[in-house]
């Protein structure tokens, strides 16, 4: 749920002088919540507010129900020291809407519409203070009715959902990130003093008490479950047995409320209890909106957590091999995918895993279906700070007659030729881990990027 709360601004002394003048904006004020509720918000709305103690108690309201930004609805002007304190303690993202009831003021309107359409010096006056203060703003500015006005708060009311599940999501790790990735190297400390999300290792020494949560029926009814969404080309028994460390991971993941997980492959080993690595349970968690990286990756885990937010349709990814004579690119990766987005009903099969000593695992293998998306990555780009790249694609429909079948794969072409796309993917930094989204609502991931602070690119 996208939670917004709607602060509304008045001036006392029209109260004092008129007061039931004010009655007659609560229209303008229903209809405005309206449209944004239809936009998919849900709106949390404050008493009217003229003075610093009611703009206090609306705060206290706001962060009570725990919203995700505050618009902001001048209704006529309010003197900007009643606010501006109250705005510079909000700890969640301001969104001007700046907008009046009537879409014309020309030169046949009459003086007493004066009264109901000033409310944009208050917003200029109320924009200046929050320059000052050091306080970011989002200013969409028109008429209601007739611009896109509410379309670009909804955007942004949306940037800011994810930028919030992004700071206070709780991801997970089994064993370590793996040893020499270097593009996803940052450290626990570094990521929990930038971002404040937090991270959440796998207690190997527990791995037997979360498998005695799970006994015969859970494992026939996965199986069974099994049976009905995938192609099965796994012997019964084989089957059974390996679903147990992905049912482990479930568990972990629900008892701890995890928003998404990470694993090495690496240290998938039966001294750390694991007798198979977890590669379905990684696809099934994306595929109910959890957030997943592999190689023990918490950086691009946290993204696509934040991104599965508000856009379901996502999927980690790795860009594999280039088809040069085509203009497009090979996606993969070892077992995992957002099952919700194959072309056709995915195979369970063995993976081999000559890796470690733990046994073949199995997977559900698809290819990306066709659409457009947006490949979005989250690049360290060194003194704190980061990209964040994003590049419209089509994504092809996978036709198949390969062994590639029994893999995740996919392909991709860019908006440009694709050796202009790789030289500033990677000139800007672009990891080797990466989220596709399904979507071409471009503007609320840049506006994402920009609430985060990163730096952002578009390809």
């Known amino acids: 749920m996208i939670k917004v709360g709607l602060l509304s601004f008045y001036l006392k002394l029209y109260d004092d002088t008129s007061p039931t003048t004010r009655k007659e904006f609560d229209g303008f004020m229903d209809e405005i919540k309206k449209l944004l509720e239809d936009k998919g918000l849900h709106i949390v709305a ?53 907008t009046t009831p009537d879409e014309s003021f020309s030169m046949e309107q009459t003086a007493d519409r004066i009264m109901f359409n000033h409310g944009i010096h208050g917003v200029q006056d109320m924009c200046n203070l929050l320059l000052r203060n050091g306080v970011p703003f989002h200013i969409c500015a028109g008429h209601y009715k007739t611009s896109d006005c509410l379309d670009r708060v909804a955007i942004f009311a949306k940037a800011a959902h994810m930028a919030k599940r992004f700071k206070t999501c709780n991801i997970g790790i089994i064993g370590s990130p793996f040893a020499g990735m270097g593009d996803f190297g940052i450290g626990f400390d570094v990521m929990k003093e930038s971002f404040g999300f937090r991270i959440t290792p796998f207690p190997v020494n527990e791995y037997r008490r979360y498998a005695d949560m799970i006994n015969e029926e859970d494992i026939r009814r996965e199986y069974e479950r099994n049976l009905e969404r995938f192609v099965v080309e796994v012997e019964p028994e084989y089957h059974k047995k390996a679903l147990l460390p992905n049912l482990v991971v479930r568990k972990w993941m629900e008892e701890n ?83 919700n987005l194959c072309h056709d009903k995915p195979i369970l099969r063995k993976k081999p895993f000559p890796y470690t000593d733990a046994e073949d695992p199995i997977a559900a293998y698809g290819g990306f279906r066709a659409g ?68 071409d609502e471009l503007e609320i991931l840049k506006a994402f990027g920009k609430m985060m602070g990163f730096h952002v690119v578009v390809i």
């Not at 206090?56 to 003197?79: C, G, I, N």
């Not at 007798?275 to 993204?303: C, H, N, R």
């Open 257 to 339: 409320r995890l928003d998404g997980f990470t694993a090495n492959f690496l240290d998938i080993r039966p001294e750390n209890g694991f007798t198979s690595m977890p590669f379905l349970e990684a696809s099934e968690q994306l595929s109910i909106g959890k957030g997943y990286a592999g190689e023990g990756d918490v950086l691009t885990a946290a993204l696509t957590a934040s991104l599965m937010s508000v856009f379901k349709n996502t999927s980690f990814m790795e860009m594999f091999c280039p088809d040069w004579r085509n203009n497009a690119i090979f996606v993969s990766h070892m077992g995992e995918m957002n099952l």
């Open 46 to 98: 404050s008493p009217v507010c003229r003075i610093e103690k009611e703009f206090e108690e609306a705060a206290k309201l706001f962060d009570a129900q725990d919203v995700d930004a505050v618009v902001t609805l001048h209704l006529a002007y309010s003197p900007s020291l009643e606010s501006a304190n109250v705005l510079k303690s909000l700890k969640v993202p301001v969104i001007v809407l700046d």
């Open 372 to 439: 457009t998306c947006i490949l979005t990555d989250l690049a360290p780009a060194g003194g704190g700070k980061y990209n964040l790249i994003l590049s419209k694609v089509q994504m092809l429909e996978p036709q198949v007659s390969t062994d590639l079948k029994n893999s995740i794969h996919g392909w991709f072409k860019p908006e440009v030729p694709l050796p202009e796309f790789l030289e500033e993917y990677s000139r800007n930094g672009g990891t080797h881990h990466l989220a596709c989204v399904y979507t």
